[in-house]
């Protein structure tokens, strides 16, 4: 499965909330306590596909509008997640990297998200990330509002400003751009997910649930990659 030469695979995982309504289960969070299982599901089959880095979308800067009881919801999954599971990613040989505004979270979340970086900072196998807070236009914000205070102290002339010295500041820095991107669920668009850094990505939808996604879709899609590859002479 390693002949897909995908270097940076980006997944937008939606549709727990539709899932628990179709199993009709009582609580949305039954949805996405079901997507956490196949989270830890892809970095193994990613692992297996020689794919050196995934960025994953697990809460955005929009879904700060969703209600309090699921926001708080969401979190807790999260802490319990990074808690609970870098026994698996230090087995795994997995990099967590957490990317986003992190300036919104409580300060516990904050401090236990770092642990996490901390405890597997020398894994070397698949680089994680995972966006919590994040937008891709406001990371690109945050890049700029950086260089533009350099700007200002005289660090930096407005004329030295390049894209490289933007993505050199931004979330993902020295990390490669998005080869491929799948998305879940059926929808058919980024949702604000990594703006800069998919420019040239392949992009494939699929209509199946997030806590569906099995590994032959993930085969599928880098088939679907490959092909592309493929037709363009590359």
Same mark, same amino acid.
């Given at each position: ?8 695979? /980006?997944?937008?995982?939606? %549709?727990?909330?539709?899932?628990? *309504? *179709? ?10 306590? #079901? %997507?956490?299982?196949? !989270? ?12 050196? +880095? ?7 800067? @929009? ?6 009881? @699921?926001?708080? %919801? ?5 802490? *319990? !997640? ?17 990317? %986003? ?12 998200? #770092? ?18 807070? +994040? /937008? ?5 914000? #945050?890049?700029?509002?950086? &260089? ?5 102290? $005289? ?29 879940? $669920? /059926? ?12 420019? +040239?990505?392949?992009?494939? !939808?699929?209509?199946? &649930?997030?806590?569906? !996604?099995?590994?032959?879709?993930? #085969?599928?899609?880098?088939? +679907? ?8 002479? *590359?």
């Amino acid at each position: 499965m390693a002949d897909h030469h995908v270097r940076h695979l /980006g997944v937008i995982m939606d %549709g727990n909330r539709r899932w628990a *309504k *179709k199993h009709m289960l009582q609580s949305v969070m039954n949805g996405h306590e #079901r %997507g956490g299982d196949t !989270f830890i599901d892809v970095c193994r089959w990613c692992e297996n596909a020689d794919i050196p +880095y995934l960025t994953v979308y697990a809460f955005s800067t @929009e879904n700060w509008e969703r209600t309090d009881r @699921e926001v708080s %919801g969401l979190f807790s999954l999260m802490k *319990k !997640f990074f808690l609970e599971k870098m026994d698996i990613c230090l087995e795994l040989d997995i990099r967590v990297r957490v990317i %986003g505004d992190l300036s919104r979270l409580d300060r516990d979340l904050y401090d236990v998200i #770092r642990n996490a970086e901390a405890q597997t900072a020398h894994c070397k196998t698949l680089g994680l990330q995972i966006a919590i807070s +994040y /937008g891709g236009r406001d990371e690109i914000v #945050r890049s700029v509002r950086t &260089l533009a205070e350099q700007v200002r102290e $005289g660090i930096l002339s407005p004329e030295a400003i390049t894209e490289n010295l933007i993505g050199e500041n931004l979330d993902t820095a020295g990390i490669p751009d998005v080869d491929l991107v799948i998305r879940t $669920g /059926g929808n058919r668009r980024l949702s604000n997910f990594l703006t800069w850094q998919t420019t +040239y990505a392949e992009l494939y !939808f699929t209509d199946v &649930l997030w806590p569906d !996604f099995s590994e032959e879709d993930l #085969r599928a899609a880098l088939a +679907y990659y490959r092909d592309i590859q493929i037709n363009n002479g *590359k």
